[in-house]
């Protein structure tokens, strides 16, 4: 971790050692674990040969230590991993939150919350959900040890908590686009959006190697033209329904640009 001093308590130094030298964070990350409960058929996670670890927790208090003491805005306490399967994860969002820390996370929602652990979320600034699909029956072939209805069930639980405690985090879908879960892009959009999801961020698919067993899944550059030309009109249809309602549509433009080119070619 690199460790940024405040001006007001170093020592002199040279003009050009001054340069690398900020008085504030405004955005820094903590990792509590690469670890996950999902086993999604597309992550490096669900490869044989991963191996996962877990932040030493005993240093945590030091490093939100150091933080507060650099007047933090934003802290994303999300990583590879899904956070909130370590034990008693929400203690060290609580000790942030009290001191009026921004806190945001990408999770899975993938276990059901405790009342605590509701409570605690409602409280922060951003949460992004990961999720590929508004198809029940997908979901579990796609992200192994998960249900799309305890997702739903925990997004509903903690915006009731917040919108009683009159707070709003900001809800982000985080969704890799697919040859699998293209052809249902628009219910997954209005899914989240009667959920009360104000942007979706589309991933592109990045390959690992084939899981024997494991359903698999290709990017959209596989695609043959006549279908190439059905996913790019399921994007701009998407697109045009997320504007009519406000909605955040970030699709990155290599994903659309593939398509372009088997479409043009």
């Known amino acids: 971790m690199l460790h940024l001093s405040d001006k007001s308590n170093r020592p002199k130094i040279n003009t050009d050692d001054e340069l690398l030298y900020v008085s504030r964070t405004h955005l820094a990350q903590i990792e509590f674990t690469t670890a996950c409960n999902f086993r999604c058929v597309y ?15 005993d240093a945590l208090s030091d490093v939100i230590s150091q933080l507060k003491s650099r007047n933090i805005q934003v802290v994303n306490i999300s990583g590879h991993g899904e956070t909130t399967t370590i034990p008693n994860w929400h203690e060290y969002a609580i000790r942030l939150l009290d001191d009026d820390v921004n806190l945001i996370i990408c999770s899975n929602f993938g276990k059901q919350f405790s009342k605590i652990e509701v409570d605690v979320l409602s409280r922060f600034h951003g949460i992004t959900v990961s999720c590929d699909t508004a198809d029940p029956v997908l ?28 707070l709003m985090p900001r809800w982000t879908w985080s969704c890799v686009l697919t ?22 961020c589309i991933c592109n698919l990045a390959t690992t190697p084939p899981i024997p067993g494991v359903m698999q899944v290709k990017h959209l550059s596989t695609l043959s033209k006549n279908k190439a030309i059905d996913a790019y009109d399921i994007i701009m249809r998407a697109k045009e329904y997320c504007d009519s309602k406000n909605v955040v549509l970030d699709v990155k433009a290599g994903l659309t640009d593939t398509l372009r080119r088997t479409i043009d070619g």
Request: charged fraction near 25%; include cysteine; proline fraction near 2%.
């Open 139 to 166: 979901f579990k072939k796609l992200r192994k040890g998960g249900d799309l209805r305890t997702l739903v069930y925990n997004m509903l639980m903690v915006k009731n908590k917040a919108e009683s405690r009159g």
């Open 179 to 200: 040859d699998a879960t293209i052809w249902g892009f628009m219910d997954f959009v209005k899914l989240g959006h009667s959920l009360g999801v104000g942007a979706f």
């Open 43 to 57: 992550c490096a996670v669900a490869q044989p040969t991963w191996v996962s670890k877990d932040m030493d927790l």
